[in-house]
């Protein structure tokens, strides 16, 4: 095992030997591997925060990685930049493995020197994995990369969390496949900023059009009160057709927004902290056999309706500010 120091030193120094291993230890449920991840951190912290932060989603299937493999090789090519790239996967028994499981379809760029993949942690309830990518998203920060791109389903809740901690955000769509935004959740269409209606090529070529309005309609209606406007374009991952304007809106973005990018950072920690916050009292609670108890039979009582939620809350905050101040 590296020390601190030599997994400090090896990380501002961009080797991604011992990144990966940081972000191992990061994944670990051994308490003294997350002691040493989080000692590592706190020393990475100050050389944080320099990436754009980019997320991606879009259902099974509609070109996530081969989008990633194109625009990212395109990025690190033509504007000589480097690429971190992260999952977040909460549907682990998904056909066809995890999101990333599969880097045989960004072969071009897990053979870049220049580009750092790192598959999706394939287990764990979607909390936790938020802040293993959360934590590893730093630690690619301070390693050196400038872009950082984190993949995910929109099928759930997963985009939520990632749109916390990206500065922008890309939905994925496919033409033609449908008016109901393919299944989509009114929630991803909201935090978008960019639509992407890719596999605009061959046999679809006359439905990107059509398919691009309807997007533009349906972020029309649903439009941020923030300066920035989303927009819909037709790209082709597959035939890297329309990867320049997606760099010149995300550029216009970087340059243009800064303190929204600001804002979104800061108000995503503050909820961050909240999360951690919440789920240390959970645990606290968990970890008390009265308290744990008492926890299990008022949510079956509430589940069953014998008791309203409101009372129960009530209860339950009582109990456990009486368990806290016992423990003084
Ligand atoms: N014609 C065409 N096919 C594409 C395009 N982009 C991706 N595909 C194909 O669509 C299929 C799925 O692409 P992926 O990139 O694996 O999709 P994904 O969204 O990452 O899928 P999951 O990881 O399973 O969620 C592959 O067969 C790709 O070759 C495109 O622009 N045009
Ligand atoms: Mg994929």
């Known amino acids: 095992m590296l020390t601190k120091e ?39 912290l100050p050389f944080t925060g320099n990436a754009q932060r980019i997320g991606i989603s879009g259902i099974p299937g509609v070109g996530k990685s081969t989008f990633i493999e194109s625009y990212g090789e395109f990025l690190i090519r033509e504007k000589n930049r480097s690429i971190a790239i992260l ?43 938020a802040k293993k990518t ?8 301070a390693c050196g990369f400038d872009t950082i791109f984190i993949e995910t389903v929109g099928v759930g809740q997963s985009e939520t969390i990632v749109s916390q901690m990206v500065d922008f955000f890309i939905l994925l769509l496919q033409p033609g496949a449908g008016d109901d935004l393919q299944g989509i959740k009114r929630g991803i269409m909201e935090v978008a900023d960019l639509v992407c209606v890719n596999k605009c090529d061959g046999q679809n070529e006359h439905l990107s059009q059509i398919a691009r309005h309807e ?60 999360e951690l916050f919440y789920q240390k009292i959970e645990g606290l609670i968990l970890q008390d056999p009265k308290l744990s108890k008492l926890w299990s039979e008022t949510n ?29």
């Open 6 to 44: 030599e997994f400090v030193k090896g990380i501002l120094d961009g080797n991604t030997t011992i990144l990966a291993r940081a972000i191992t230890l990061v994944e670990s449920r051994h308490q003294e591997h997350q002691a040493l991840a989080s000692d590592i951190l706190n020393e990475v």
């Open 134 to 141: 959360r934590e590893s998203l730093l630690l690619c920060e």
């Open 300 to 328: 079956k009582q509430v589940a069953e309706s014998q008791v309203s939620a409101s009372y129960g809350s009530e209860l339950l905050f009582s109990q456990v500010i009486e368990g806290l101040k016992g423990k003084k």
């Open 215 to 274: 997007y533009e309609r349906a972020l029309h209606i649903l439009k941020k009160s923030e300066d920035f406007i989303p927009g819909v374009l037709e790209i082709s991952a597959l035939y890297e057709k329309g990867l320049d304007k997606v760099y010149e809106v995300m550029e216009h973005f970087f340059r243009d927004f800064h303190s929204l990018v600001k804002k979104r950072r800061s108000e995503g920690e503050v909820k961050w902290l909240k």
């Open 87 to 129: 999952a977040i996967d909460p549907s682990s028994e998904r056909t066809g493995g995890s999101i990333l499981g599969d880097k045989t379809r960004m072969s071009k760029l897990s053979q870049n020197p220049k580009a750092f993949i790192r598959p999706s942690p394939s287990s764990g309830h979607l909390g936790g994995v």
